[in-house]
């Protein structure tokens, strides 16, 4: 599971707590006394430093508390700029004071939770990287406040783009020239399959290439990621079709169902799994 946390970083208020907690190192001999006994028995890390943030009652209305040792991802401005895991969790309406003062009509962020192992994102959002929990692709245009995401919901893509930590790069839109006209021409094009082999899983990927190069493996971050740890070797490469003088829209239907015809002959395969995520690329 993971946490989603709304913080919109153009908002002066939140850019300045993030500064001041996330941003910021805050060393623990400054609010132990802040804390209670219990709480400063949490921090048993010998470390000095740490980092914060805070949840409000209202938050905590809409989805679920933060536990020790649970995987967060900060929002805002239609991306995800930041992970973490989290550390100790605690309620504690002091030391939020002390951190994030309020207005009067405001209410504190006091249900806290320690930041471990904070790395940068720059992921800007897709709806369809994420799925309802009836399994179809998600469709909000954002996130309006805090919300959890079970394992399921989590695409192969989605999670590749946050263990990389960046979307994939324009090379790949060379390639596949996403968001062109349906209508518009195209002279040549292929649609290939990928297969490789790791943690004992074989893998499959099939995509369309406007380019028709041969060491051209696919926009799908998963085969980007393990491209960067093994190299070209590890992937098997064939044209499952040539194409010639179609529309775009024509080879988006072909590419989408040679995916749907490969998902369904791997249905009953125990140790072979299909990386498209979604079953159809391009519309």
């Known amino acids: 599971m993971i946490h989603v946390r709304c913080a919109r970083l153009a908002s002066k ?57 649970e995987q967060i991802v900060f929002y805002g401005e239609n991306k995800f700029h930041l992970k973490a895991v989290a550390g100790p969790t605690f309620v504690n309406e002091d030391l939020a004071d002390y951190f994030w003062p309020t207005q009067k009509d405001e209410l504190p962020w006091k249900n806290i939770y320690v930041l471990n192992e904070i790395t940068d994102l720059q992921v800007p959002y897709v709806a369809s990287d994420l799925l309802l929990k009836d399994g179809t ?29 960046w979307i994939e790069s324009s090379n790949s839109d060379e390639h596949t020239r996403r968001g062109i006209p349906r209508d518009a021409f195209i002279n040549r094009a292929q649609i290939y399959k990928v297969s490789f082999r790791v943690n004992n899983k074989n893998l499959v990927y099939i995509g369309q290439d406007l380019k028709c190069e041969d060491d051209y ?9 393990y491209r960067k740890l093994y190299g070209d070797s590890i992937f098997n490469k064939e044209i499952i079709e040539e194409l010639n003088d179609l529309t775009k829209g024509e080879v988006n239907d072909l590419e989408n169902y040679y995916i749907k015809e490969e998902k369904k002959l791997l249905e009953n395969m125990t140790d072979t799994y299909s990386i498209n995520y979604t079953g159809e690329n391009q519309r």
């Open 137 to 165: 692709p998600r469709k909000a245009t954002n996130f309006q406040s805090g919300a959890f995401l079970e394992d399921f919901q989590l695409t192969n893509e989605f999670k590749s783009k946050l263990e990389i930590g």
């Open 217 to 225: 493996y696919g926009s799908s971050l998963v085969i980007y990621h």
């Open 13 to 69: 208020k939140v850019n300045e707590h993030w500064q001041d907690t996330v941003l910021k190192n805050i060393e623990l001999n400054k609010i132990k006394d802040l804390l209670t006994s219990d709480q400063l028995e949490l921090f048993n890390d010998d470390k000095e430093f740490y980092n914060f943030w805070g949840d409000t009652d209202a938050t905590l209305k809409k989805t679920k508390r933060i536990e020790t040792g």
